[in-house]
């Protein structure tokens, strides 16, 4: 099993720019999340998802769109890139609470320049 | 709003001896997480505490969680130069919120001979 895969690994955009950065897992996972760590703030949530077809927004949602439209693949989008998004982006994914292997899994990260 | 906030964020350590990382969390929470980061790496998860009382251990690492006091602890034994990394605690939120998880800024360890 590959786990939690991201694509890509890094980018360098323009502002104003747009990208959209894949998340995919193969474990058959209904939870899946996107959160960004920037330096000396630990990882804040930006968006999430319970299931396909369903999203949500987390603490730090401006600025980004997501899709879950097959339940291995989450998506996260900017449309119009700017300087603050710069950052590393990690996807993770879980089953729901209460399950065994109760954690959230990460994928290895995109680290997103914005120039 | 939940804050989970981890001391100290920076701590120095020789080989050998035994130290505590402390994460406070201000709401309820049963369901605790800690993670290590080593750098340019992803999360790799460590333990998973649900209950109150609940004491793990793995190698020189050891978490425990005190619901009531909305208090963690990952407690090192006799520290060796692997166990240099980030630590991360993280507390879930709610369904409401997907069970996202709530991190501290991180502990960053660096173990010294």
């Known amino acids: 099993n590959a786990g939690v895969t991201q694509t890509p690994k890094f980018r360098v955009l323009k502002t104003g720019q747009s990208m959209t950065l894949l998340c995919a897992q193969d474990?058959?996972?209904?939870?899946m999340y996107w959160y960004r760590q920037d330096p000396g703030m630990g990882l804040r949530l930006i968006h999430y998802s319970v299931g396909e077809g369903t999203t949500a927004k987390g603490e730090v949602p401006d600025g980004y769109n997501v899709s879950r439209l097959k339940k291995q693949n989450f998506l996260l989008g900017l449309e119009s890139a700017a300087p603050s998004q710069t950052s590393v982006y990690f996807c993770?994914?879980?089953?729901?609470?209460?399950?065994?292997?109760?954690?959230?899994?990460f994928g290895p990260g995109t680290r997103l320049t914005v120039l | 709003e939940l804050k989970v906030e981890q001391n100290p964020l920076f701590l120095s350590m020789q080989e050998g001896k035994n130290y505590t990382i402390y994460c406070n969390y201000s709401t309820t929470s049963d369901r605790l997480y800690w993670y290590r980061q080593d750098p340019g790496k992803s999360l790799e998860s460590l333990f998973v505490l649900l209950s109150n009382g609940a004491v793990k251990q793995e190698g020189r690492l050891m978490a425990s969680l005190d619901t009531k006091a909305r208090l963690s602890t990952l407690h090192i034994t006799a520290a060796v130069h692997d166990l240099s990394a980030t630590y991360f605690c993280a507390v879930a939120l709610n369904s409401n919120s997907g069970y996202a998880l709530n991190f501290g800024k991180g502990t960053s360890l660096l173990v010294t001979p």
């Open positions: 474990m058959n996972h209904e939870y």
């Open positions: 993770a994914s879980s089953y729901p609470p209460g399950l065994p292997l109760d954690t959230q899994y």
